[in-house]
């Protein structure tokens, strides 16, 4: 299993980035993923949540109505638009599938929200 994160950067607040996660070794349409993050000297958060087909989805209460999670099981890609970033968004954000048993991550990538 291998998931790479892209798309991360710096930021303004009120701004907007897209994160992309590309995914392989595994049948990707076959499981859910989610994203987290983890900001500097705080724990791993879960941010969002969507099953195999694309048809449910779910967010965590910081990131609701400003975050979207969607994927392309054709591309083997899953996807985080987020809008309207607040400085409390700043944070190493990693893509997330848990196969056979076993849990997998990306190396991350950074996400920077400042004025």
């Known amino acids: 299993v291998q998931l790479v994160e892209s798309g991360g950067g710096l930021a303004q607040p009120g701004g907007s980035l897209r994160l992309s996660c590309a995914a392989s070794g595994f049948i990707f349409n076959s499981y859910d993923m989610s994203w987290y993050r983890q900001a500097p000297g705080k724990g791993r958060e879960w941010v969002a949540i969507?099953?195999?087909?694309?048809?449910?989805?779910n967010y965590a209460d910081s990131v609701k109505g400003r975050f979207t999670i969607a994927r392309d099981n054709a591309k083997n890609a899953v996807l985080l638009q987020m809008n309207s970033l607040k400085p409390e968004d700043t944070a190493a954000y990693y893509c997330f599938v848990r196969v056979g048993g076993g849990e997998h991550w990306g190396q991350g990538t950074q996400v920077t929200v400042s004025s």
């Open positions: 969507i099953t195999s087909t694309g048809g449910i989805t």
